[in-house]
């Protein structure tokens, strides 16, 4: 007799999950700069529904126009910093457990999708709209992925249900039937109140043992 499975599909999110979080790479910048830890975060939390990063990963903005808004944005907090040099180091190294995990997921009959808000430039990286470069590392991970779901082509960025649910309406499937992962706890609990089973990553380690005990397969290393 065969038990029917609870889950059929895991949804990824893709900067902070099968990437490092872009944080770090902020973090990073900041230290360099002389401005205070987290300085892009508390920007980028300010007016979290219109400011330049929320407008610029729904597309309604070029990479001008954010360059510009941000470093309004950043002076209104006390520091000079210019969005351009935020996006120069976006990109997130990739994570190669999450990617070997991608493969075993599919290995097994679980449907595996991405949902990731990006920004409509650059190359694929870690908030960084996709390639069209096939031979691309990054592109090769998106490959693997039934369906992606954009925030810069979709016009909808998480944490706002619409995006999930459009994800859902992909798949073919009820939220309840799927399971989300996301390093953002503001977009785990819009998937979570959906009905989905949110898991919150705080490193690639913990993603894959919380993944596997719900699923009951051995996806750490």
């Not at 001008?64 to 935020?86: I, K, T, Y």
């Not at 999450?98 to 908030?127: E, F, Q, W």
């Not at 989300?180 to 380690?205: F, R, W």
Request: glycine share 8%; charged share 25%.
């Amino acid at each position: 007799m065969v038990t029917e499975r609870a889950f059929a599909a895991v949804i990824f999110d893709f900067g902070g999950v099968i990437t490092s979080s872009p944080f770090e790479a902020f973090n990073r910048l900041e230290a360099e700069r002389g401005l205070p830890q987290d300085f892009v975060r508390r920007v980028n939390s300010a007016n979290p529904d219109d400011n330049a990063w929320a407008r610029f990963e729904r597309a309604e903005i070029d990479a001008a126009a954010f360059d510009a808004q941000f470093a309004a944005e950043a002076r209104a907090q006390g520091h000079e910093l210019a969005g351009a040099d935020v996006l120069a180091v976006l990109a997130g190294a990739v994570r190669p457990a999450m990617v070997s995990a991608l493969d075993r997921l599919k290995a097994a009959g679980y449907r595996i999708a991405c949902i990731t808000n990006n920004v409509p430039t650059g190359h694929g990286g870690a908030g960084l709209a996709r390639s069209e470069d096939r031979s691309d590392a990054l592109e090769q991970i998106f490959a693997r992925f039934e369906h992606v779901i954009e925030s810069s082509k979709a016009g909808v960025r998480k944490p706002d249900p619409r995006i999930y649910l459009m994800m859902c309406e992909k798949l073919g499937l009820e939220p309840a039937a799927c399971i989300y992962l996301d390093d953002l706890g503001v977009n785990c609990k819009p998937a979570a109140q959906l009905g989905m089973h949110a898991i919150k990553v705080t490193s690639g380690e913990q993603a894959l043992t919380d993944l596997g005990a719900v699923l009951g397969m051995a996806l750490a290393a």
